[in-house]
């Protein structure tokens, strides 16, 4: 490879990685960004949820500014500064094609990164899990349908009532506590 595709290559990772890095912000849905701020007895799910997301995206973008970089570096070392002629990105077509590359790298990297961050997630809130339990709606919570499909990755169907969803939010509870519940070994403190 020519010393300015390791530069250019570095540069559309860079540029994918800083995006990468402040997405958890710019693309947060504000009822989400509302939930989170919440006071929850027990503890605000949609806090630590967020938080664990946000840490993945994290190293992704670090990872994808860290390589970015180092193929800038290299790039430079190996004759970038020298250089008179371009690389195999010599032409705006080319160029657009690295750096779809590069957010085609990222979109894996992000979709790996969210699978391990649910993971993670349920995790911790299925660790003492007991399916015998039912859910107790508050009474005084509007809120409380919507939260806790946001936590189970559920979507309300149109003109569902209130006690079929309930009962589907009841059967995802179910599967991904059998799933998830007992495996929380990692996240408990041992002295």
Do not use: C
Request: hydrophobic content about 45%; cysteine-free; proline content about 3%.
């Amino acid at each position: 490879m020519h010393p300015y595709d390791y530069i250019f290559s570095g540069l559309s990772l860079d540029i994918v990685g800083t995006v990468v890095l402040a997405k958890s912000f710019m693309f947060k849905d504000p009822q989400d960004a509302y939930y989170e701020g919440l006071p929850v007895l027990g503890g605000n799910r949609s806090l630590v949820r967020s938080a664990l997301i946000q840490r993945g995206e994290a190293w992704v973008g670090a990872g994808l500014l860290l390589v970015g970089f180092f193929l800038q570096m290299w790039g430079n070392l190996h004759g970038g500064i020298a250089a008179s002629e371009l690389g195999l990105v010599n032409s705006t077509f080319r160029m657009f094609v690295v750096l779809a590359l590069a957010v085609v790298i990222a979109a894996v990297a992000l979709k790996l990164v969210r699978r391990w961050s649910d993971a993670s997630f349920y995790r911790i809130i299925f660790r003492n899990y007991s399916g015998q339990s039912e859910f107790a709606i508050p009474p005084d919570d509007p809120t409380w349908f919507d939260r806790t499909a946001r936590t189970y990755d559920l979507k309300r169907q149109k003109n569902e009532s209130d006690e079929a969803f309930k009962k589907r939010l009841e059967a995802r509870r179910v599967e991904l506590g059998k799933r998830y519940g007992g495996q929380a070994s990692d996240f408990i403190v041992s002295e």
